[in-house]
């Protein structure tokens, strides 16, 4: 029953394509002699701690395809248009109101992506697609992960904790001239006294575990397609 829900989003179609030649950026790699920056730096980037309940999370997780979370292929994705399954719908209802007000002039999200990750997966740095309108709001199930802020040019990172439950949004620079990327690796160093400081000596490894994202956007106005 909630495969069909799912069953004629999960068509390839020339927005996949699109998606999947995403701004990516050659990035050096060596982020050692780069400078940390708490998140509050960052303009346009906010963090929500715990702004799903714990019921919504659980709907959403149960709704899936069971096929997006099983075997161990990297890089599962679904891309789903409005309107959107209920409960993922319902993820409108936890975007902060300044955000809709301001930044989506209080319309809801058009387009998301789920993404599944495993331990060792994750999603390179790039920027989001001029065709996605400015605004992107992140929510994560599951479990914890980190999240890598980077502007090359100043040799500027920040590492933001995204816990299960929380949304993390993304506008004005922090959308068009930071990367955001996913480090491949299977688990992150976590820093016991601050979410953001990532070069504090009183880090811990913690393993990753399986973790999905929704990732909602809106579309710029007159975009094509094709
Ligand atoms: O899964 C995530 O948290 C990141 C997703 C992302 O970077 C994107 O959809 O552009």
Redesign the pocket.
Known sequence: MTDELFDDSCEENEFDQALQEADQESVDQDVSSWTQVPLESITGLSYYPNRLPLDLQNQITNVLPKGLFSGTNSGRQLHLYVPFPEPIQRLNNYLPSEFLSDVWKNQPAEAS?I?V?NPGDG?IP?K?LDMFADG?A?Y?FLSD?T?VFKLPSKKLKCDVR?QKGSLVVMRGPARYEWL?E?PFRGGDWISSSSQDNATASNQTWTPRNQRF?I?MRRIVENHTFG
Do not use: C, E, K, R
Request: aromatic share 6%; net charge negative.
């Open positions: 992506i993404q990750y999603i790039h989001d992107v992140i994560s992960m999240m995204l955001h996913i994202s990732t």
